[in-house]
């Protein structure tokens, strides 16, 4: 890849997907015959086949949210490695809210292997989260701050600001109920958009602090190193570097909002001129772009996957 | 009621790729009559508030919410006759209120 300027380059990797994207879906023909390395890993060293996981069918909606994660988690690596392979270069990792686990992989934080055990343990004990005490999450497009605060208490219920996305761009999470009527409130006070996501975790908010034991214990044995370059993660660009600070951040995350706009702010102000968006999907840049018009933003997508 | 000129369609046409910074994408690319969201150009709801900031400040009409929006950005054309039928008026409040 070119790069047009001599500015610093962050490398960004997205949150859950929105969708299962062709590559890995129905047309693909199974997820390990897929003719990358890391899907073959993902079967040989992690025990983990891509192939059956993605196609059961009966479970389909109930393990859609897992499957959006370990795909997104995987794209996200596949986009990376590519990207590396072609001599590309980076200053800076950043992520966004999920991506942090792909993020520690790409910086060495973690191993591939790990990353996807961790991705895919967390993303189980979100599931069992969502199915004893049903949640969601909204997102709300054309609304500033102070109406999504006004929002959250007006919904006289458990709700929450869990991703602020830019100025005008937000994700709520809360109870089902909470969800149903921010959504309703949103469009009713002029919202371009509100809707649901495909989330059923109350993600990024207080809701969560019921998990973070059960979360902490499940991270404890996982090997983790010192990042070869600063991480720096979705809250407000605090860069992460110590292990411990990592582990503790990979519990505290889930219940705390994303401030992608003060890690993009962030990031600017330490002269990043060309934000890369690593896997399939286009969602951080069309954000970046809202957040500096003038700075380049685009996606390296999942390219020669077949 | 004033009609929609081909200039105009062009110029909206222009607004979305400048807007969008769709950079691969050529005015003659865009269909006037196609629809701009999920198939077609497949834009989404964070393209639509671009398009609404870009309206607002090239040609003083505001889209009030979401309602009027999928009405509006159903294509080019419907667009085009939004700036033609709105410029210059005051718009209904975001709440409903007439």
């Known amino acids: 890849m070119a790069h047009r300027n001599a500015g610093r380059v962050a490398l960004c990797f997205p949150g859950q997907l929105s969708k299962l994207p062709d590559e890995i879906g129905e047309r693909s023909g199974g997820g390990y015959q897929l003719p990358h390395l890391f899907f073959e890993r993902t079967w040989e060293k992690a025990g983990f086949d891509c192939s059956s996981f993605f196609f059961q069918h009966e479970e389909e909606d109930r393990y859609l949210n ?241 | 009621m004033s009609r929609v000129t081909e200039e105009l369609m062009m110029d909206v046409k222009k607004l979305i790729i400048e807007r969008l910074k769709l950079e691969e994408i050529a005015v003659a690319d865009i269909d006037t009559d196609a629809p701009l969201f999920g198939e077609g150009l497949g834009l989404d709801s964070i393209d639509a508030l671009e398009l609404v900031i870009g309206l607002e400040k090239e040609y003083g009409v505001s889209i009030p919410d979401a309602e009027v929006g999928r009405e509006v950005f159903q294509s080019v054309r419907t667009i085009a006759q939004y700036i033609v039928d709105n410029q210059g008026k005051e718009v209904a409040a975001a709440d409903g209120s007439p």
């Not at chain 1, 990979?250 to 330490?270: A, F």
């Not at chain 1, 069309?286 to 077949?306: E, F, H, P, S, T």
């Open chain 1, 66 to 306: 897992l499957k959006l994660q370990v795909a997104s988690y995987l794209l996200s690596m596949v986009s990376f490695d590519q990207y590396q392979r072609k001599g590309g270069r980076w200053d800076f990792i950043t992520e966004h809210s999920m991506g942090i686990y792909a993020a520690l992989a790409a910086a060495g934080a973690v191993s591939f292997e790990d990353g996807l055990a961790i991705t895919k343990g967390i993303g189980l004990i979100l599931e069992k989260v969502g199915e004893e005490n049903p949640g969601g999450m909204a997102a709300v497009i054309g609304l500033e701050s102070e109406e999504m605060k006004r929002i959250c208490s007006d919904a006289a219920g458990d709700l929450s600001v869990a991703n602020v996305n830019g100025s005008r761009q937000f994700v709520l999470s809360g109870d089902a109920t909470s969800i149903d009527r921010s959504i309703e409130l949103s469009l009713k006070r002029g919202a371009i958009s509100a809707q649901r996501l495909t989330f059923n975790t109350p993600l990024h908010s207080p809701l969560m602090e019921s998990i973070t034991g059960e979360v902490r214990t499940f991270i404890t044995d996982f090997a983790i190193q010192s990042p070869h370059i600063p991480v720096v993660s979705h809250w407000s660009g605090k860069p992460l570097s110590d292990p411990d600070e990592i582990k503790e951040f990979l519990v505290e995350e889930l219940c705390r909002p994303v401030d992608w706009e003060g890690c993009v702010q962030y990031l600017l102000s330490q002269g990043v001129t060309c934000f890369i968006e690593m896997g399939p999907q286009n969602t951080l840049t069309k954000l970046i772009r809202w957040i500096d018009r003038d700075v380049q933003a685009l996606l390296y997508g999942v390219r020669n996957l077949r």
